[in-house]
């Protein structure tokens, strides 16, 4: 009869004992239950890469030096254009843009006459850094500055016996969105603004000449995102 109470309370002990553990032990398990989420939150790579359809529309103007009233225009395009991101925070990354095009150069205002002077081809490596606000959800809007060189490279001249761009720096300004379709993919607008003043030199006739082409593209483009 005395080993009852006893056993009574052993039980009583062990009762106690694992309502008290309960607590823990739910915890524990939500823990476990949302470690994975977090994991993937904080695993979400700073890499995002774009490839966008690009339209380079410039801005019609120039000079060449000695010719009062003379002038410049040259070509729009289209082309396949492809960056990358960093992603420094969730609000500050620095992106590349790599992408090259073409544009004729022709004569306008007083040398109209001239026609086609010439055709070069342009590698505008740019590079921006971003500030990318992230109250808005899946749609992610971002707007950058930064510093674009311009290599010109197969120059031919047309009317001009001879054409020769220099390479050069320019300014460039930024302001775009990413929707984001799901984790990785997103759809991209994108526009540019960059301030590009090239001197170059060229020969009319047997005539050296030189002169500022004044192009100051606009870069509007449409594509996808990808985020690693």
């Known amino acids: 009869m005395k080993r009852r109470p006893a056993a009574l309370k052993g039980m009583f002990a062990a009762i106690v004992f694992a309502a008290a553990a ?95 002077i010439g055709k070069t081809w342009l590698l505008p490596p740019t590079v921006t850094l971003q500030y990318h606000f992230t109250d808005f959800g899946n749609f992610k809007p971002y707007v950058g500055a930064g510093l674009n060189y311009t290599i010109f490279y197969n120059e031919k001249a047309s009317s001009a016996q001879s054409l020769d761009i220099k390479n050069t720096f320019g300014v460039a300004l930024q302001a775009g969105f990413d929707y984001m379709l799901d984790e990785h993919w ?26 500022k082409a004044k192009l100051d593209p606009w870069l509007i483009g449409a594509g996808v995102s990808y985020r690693f």
């Not at 090259?100 to 150069?105: G, I, L, P, R």
């Not at 997103?186 to 006739?205: A, T, Y």
């Open 22 to 116: 309960l607590p823990a032990l739910s915890a524990d398990l939500t823990a476990q239950n949302t470690a994975p989420e977090a994991t993937k939150s904080e695993a979400q790579s700073p890499w995002m890469i774009r490839l966008r359809a690009l339209g380079v529309i410039t801005q019609d103007s120039g000079y060449v030096g000695g010719v009062p009233g003379s002038d410049l225009s040259y070509s729009n395009t289209v082309v396949p254009e492809f960056d990358v991101t960093y992603f420094f925070t969730n609000n500050i990354a620095a992106e590349l843009i790599l992408g090259t095009t073409f544009a004729n150069v022709d004569g306008d205002g007083s040398i109209a006459g001239l026609g086609k």
């Open 186 to 211: 997103g759809l991209n607008v994108d526009v540019k603004k960059i301030f590009l003043r090239p001197d170059f030199d060229v020969n009319v006739s047997g005539t050296d000449m030189s002169g």
